[in-house]
Nanobody
């Protein structure tokens, strides 16, 4: 059974950092593309970052470029999202998702087949 579990969310002050983890079980993360998405209350889910099966192909939303970094640790079967210089507008539930064969726009949630349960990130002073 394919499963994704996110962790690492929390409350952080503006300008702070967090590292989110997306741990996979039942399959190898090397065989899929992984996307990170976020959804704030009252807003649509938006793509934040993506790492394809073949590094170093990574993609970022303009709103997080230069602040967030996606990476993969194959030995731990885990994908990370490093969040730096956090802003209040980064507050959202963050989800990771797996795409077996990612075609089209990486930031479109419909292109992903498996989802984690999400982890809350709150940026506030």
């Amino acid at each position: 059974q394919w499963q994704l579990v996110e962790s690492g969310g929390g409350l952080v002050q503006p300008g702070g950092s967090l590292r989110l983890s997306c741990a996979a079980s039942g399959f190898s993360l090397e065989s899929v593309a992984i996307g990170w998405f976020r959804q704030a209350p009252g807003k649509e889910r938006e793509g934040v970052a993506c790492i394809r099966r073949n590094d170093p192909d990574t993609y970022y939303a303009d709103s997080v470029k230069g602040r967030f970094t996606i990476s993969r640790d194959n030995a731990k079967n885990t994908v990370y999202l490093q969040l730096n210089s956090l802003k209040p507008e980064d507050t959202a539930v963050y989800f990771c998702a797996a795409a077996i064969a990612l075609g089209g726009d990486w930031s479109t949630s419909m292109n992903y087949h498996y989802w984690g349960q999400g982890t809350q990130v709150t940026v506030s002073s």
